[in-house]
């Protein structure tokens, strides 16, 4: 899917959000990368392969390191304003 050279990164590595933006819609809070992830404004992302990222909290500090160890987290995670 990813046309630049050299390669971003894959949907499917950490550092996705490297990738180059193809299509913004701020007034939708969404971008879709050039490697097919969807990142929405509040950190969530959607990947190619339809699972979830949930949104990074800063009351959940372990999710980028269970993320990284290919965890899954459900989207069911709750979601907790910050103080
Ligand atoms: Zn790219």
Do not use: Y
Request: proline share 13%.
């Amino acid at each position: 899917m990813c046309q630049h050279k050299p390669s971003c990164p894959s949907a499917h590595r950490p550092d996705r959000d490297a990738a180059r933006i193809v299509a913004s819609h701020p007034e939708q809070g969404w971008n879709l990368l050039c490697n097919g992830a969807i990142v929405f404004d509040d950190s969530g992302e959607l990947l190619p392969d339809g699972s979830v990222i949930a949104p990074l909290s800063p009351l959940l500090p372990a999710l980028p390191a269970l993320e990284a160890s290919g965890t899954r987290i459900p989207v069911s995670v709750p979601v907790l304003a910050a103080a």
